[in-house]
C-alpha cells in the first residue's frame, strides 16, 4: 500500500513538473513577443494655431523715371506684419513602443 501511495505522489509530482514547465515556457515566449515591442499607427491631422508678430526692419531700391530719366529711390520700410492663422499638419507614421517586461510591477 505505501509503495502504491509513493508512485501516486512520484506521478503527481511528474505531472505538475511537466505542466509548470509548460506553462513556464508559454509565460516565456509571450514574454518575448511583447519584449519584441508592438508599432502603433498614427494618421491624424493636427491643426497648430499661429498668433504672431513679425517685424521687418529693410530698405527697398525702387527704379522711377522722371522727366525720362531713371532714378533709383531708396525706400525705407520699418512695419510689422501680424500674423493669425491656423495651419494644418497631417502625420502618418507607425511609432514602435518597446517596454522592458523587467521594469513592470507585476
Same mark, same amino acid.
Given at each position: 500500500m505505501v509503495k502504491i501511495i509513493k508512485y501516486i505522489f512520484v506521478g503527481i509530482f511528474l505531472v505538475l513538473f511537466v505542466a509548470n514547465a509548460v506553462v513556464l515556457f508559454y509565460l516565456y515566449n509571450l514574454k518575448n513577443q511583447i %519584449?519584441? %515591442?508592438?508599432? #502603433?499607427? #498614427?494618421?491624424?491631422?493636427?491643426?497648430v494655431p499661429i498668433k504672431t508678430s513679425v517685424p521687418i526692419k529693410t530698405t527697398i531700391t525702387v527704379p522711377v523715371t522722371v522727366l525720362g530719366q531713371q532714378v533709383n529711390v531708396v525706400v525705407p520700410i520699418d512695419t510689422t506684419v501680424p500674423i493669425d492663422t491656423t495651419i494644418k499638419i497631417p502625420v502618418k507614421a507607425t511609432v514602435p513602443v518597446n517596454i522592458k517586461i523587467g521594469n513592470l510591477p507585476f
Open positions: %519584449g519584441s %515591442g508592438i508599432n #502603433v499607427a #498614427v494618421d491624424n491631422t493636427f491643426s
